[in-house]
Structure formats: structure tokens, C-alpha cells
T-cell receptor, first 118, second 113 residues
């Protein structure tokens, strides 16, 4: 069975602060994909990043950065210089690769609600 | 490019009835996944369809079913509705399969009374 844990239920920061959202996962599959999605108040989930289990290279995209550490089964997400528009629920997700019997069976964490105050 | 569309957006049904929800994926996308989102259980995977075949199914009772048509449009059906089926049902499409990034629709809000 696979599991995605986002221990932080809610985080509140003041604009321009840096914030890190934690994601820890459990899986027996050796190949899988990890994702982060954002769900703004408008409701639609928006894709942010995808990482496969072979690629531990961390990535920076503008104010966003991701830290994938397979040794600790973590895939954390950092927003630098947060803005009010970053306020949303952020979901971490895991999807087994097509090499696995449960391929495509995505598991989402419970989400972290981020509030950025002006 | 048009996004994922779901119809209807809101639905109110009575216990025991059945309901069919529709999802039109982004043009060119072959995979459609369905999720149930509730405050208590979060986002839970229902099933994924790829090229008209159910690729995988989540831990939901047999009352939940789905299908995908040759144009990749998908429907999900819930029979014998229960109060606990009240939820936001989200559809997501991806280019090849759900190991690629998924693009979500706005959802169908189902209320069972």
C-alpha cells in the first residue's frame, strides 16, 4: 500500500517570508512519480511539478523549489518570498509507474493550507 | 486549448437514485482519472481510463463505475446513492497516462439528500 503524508495541515506566513511544505511518502514500488498540485480558492487543482523516482536532482523554478530525497522518502516544496496569491491548498501526490501492477493508482496527501498574509 | 470540462457542475439527488457524471478531457489527452474529494477523506482515487480500458481502480464499492469512449470522453456512474456519496467529483486528464501531469476539471458537486 502506498501513503502520502503532509504533516502540516495549515501554515500561515507573512508576505515575503519563505515557506517549506513537507511531503513524506511510503511505497513498495521501485519506480514511481511524485507530484505537487495547487488548489487555489477557485477550486481547480493546478499542476506544479512532476519528478520520477530516478531523478533526485532538485529543481528551482522562479520562486518555487523542490527537494527530493529518496533516502528519506521526502519531496518537499519551498516558496521563496511568498505572495498573497500563493494562498491555496497544496497537495503532494504519488503515482506508481507503468511497470507496477497498481500503475496509475494515484495517492494524494491530505493537503497543506497555506495562508499568506499581506 | 480548452481545459477539462465536467458536466453538470452541481447536482442534487436523493438516496437510492443513480447519477451519471461526464468529463471531456483536453484534446489529445488519452487518459482520464476520476477522484472523489471530501473534507474528511481528502482526494481519493476512483479509477483511471486509458484508451477506453480501465487501467486501475481505487477502493470504492461496485456502485461506482465508469467508462471511456473512443473520443476519450469519460463518464462515471454511481448507483443506489448514499448520503456519504456527497462530494466533489474531480476528473483529470493527461497526455498518455496518469504518470504524466494531470489537468483537472472544475469538478461536479454532488449532494445526496
Amino acid at each position: 500500500a502506498q501513503k502520502v503524508t503532509q504533516a502540516q495541515t495549515e501554515i500561515s506566513v507573512v508576505e515575503k517570508e519563505d515557506v517549506t511544505l513537507d511531503c513524506v511518502y511510503e511505497t513498495r514500488d521501485t519506480t514511481y512519480y511524485l507530484f505537487w498540485y495547487k488548489q487555489p480558492p477557485s477550486g481547480e487543482l493546478v499542476f506544479l511539478i512532476r519528478r520520477n523516482s530516478f531523478d533526485e536532482q532538485n529543481e528551482i523554478s522562479g520562486r518555487y523549489s523542490w527537494n527530493f530525497q529518496k533516502s528519506t522518502s521526502s519531496f518537499n516544496f519551498t516558496i521563496t518570498a511568498s505572495q498573497v496569491v500563493d494562498s491555496a491548498v497544496y497537495f503532494c501526490a504519488l503515482t506508481p509507474s507503468s511497470l507496477n501492477t497498481n500503475a496509475g493508482k494515484s495517492t494524494f496527501g491530505d493537503g497543506t493550507t497555506l495562508t499568506v498574509k499581506p | 486549448k480548452a481545459g477539462v470540462t465536467q458536466t453538470p457542475r452541481y447536482l442534487i439527488k436523493t438516496r437510492g437514485q443513480q447519477v451519471t457524471l461526464s468529463c471531456s478531457p483536453i484534446s489529445g489527452h488519452r487518459s482520464v482519472s476520476w477522484y472523489q474529494q471530501t473534507p474528511g477523506q481528502g482526494l481519493q482515487f476512483l479509477f483511471e481510463y486509458f484508451s477506453e480500458t480501465q487501467r486501475n481502480k481505487g477502493n470504492f464499492p461496485g456502485r461506482f463505475s465508469g467508462r471511456q469512449f473512443s473520443n476519450s470522453r469519460s463518464e462515471m456512474n454511481v448507483s443506489t446513492l448514499e448520503l456519504g456519496d456527497s462530494a466533489l467529483y474531480l476528473c483529470a486528464s493527461s497526455l498518455a497516462d496518469s504518470t504524466y501531469e494531470q489537468y483537472f476539471g472544475p469538478g461536479t458537486r454532488l449532494t445526496v439528500t
